[in-house]
């Protein structure tokens, strides 16, 4: 079992940084990815951004590539989302998950509770 728990959610003007950070706690994560998701109100969980925990490889969503950069720390068992030049649009709830290297939700089996993130215009 795979707990995560997410931290650094908060409200950001735009054009502005916020750090996304997911500790993870349970079983190993050499055969794992993490991944980032988001939801806004009234809108379907989309993918973010992927990390491919053995070798660090990272995969971005067309909106947020350049702006976002995923990142982990092997040794701390976490994994990060540095967010930049946010949008209006970045506005939403963030879920970092763990399993499988992919960018459908159902390809990964564990889930953090979610951290809020709004950029005011």
């Known amino acids: 079992q795979v707990q995560l728990v997410e931290s650094g959610g908060g409200l950001v003007q735009a054009g502005g940084s916020l750090r996304l950070s997911c500790a993870a706690s349970?079983?190993?994560?050499?055969?794992?990815?993490m991944g980032w998701f988001r939801q806004a109100p009234g809108k379907e969980r989309e993918f973010v951004a992927t990390?491919?925990?053995?070798?660090?490889?990272?995969y971005y969503a067309d909106s947020v590539k350049g702006r976002f950069t995923i990142s982990r720390d092997r040794a701390k068992n976490s994994v990060y989302l540095q967010m930049n030049t946010l949008k209006p649009e970045d506005t939403a709830v963030y879920y970092c998950?763990?399993?499988?290297?992919?960018?459908?939700?159902?390809?990964?089996?564990?889930w953090g509770q979610g951290a809020q993130v709004t950029v005011s215009s």
């Open positions: 998950s763990a399993g499988a290297w992919g960018r459908q939700a159902y390809e990964y089996d564990y």
């Open positions: 349970g079983r190993t994560f050499n055969s794992y990815a």
């Open positions: 990390i491919r925990w053995s070798d660090g490889s990272g």
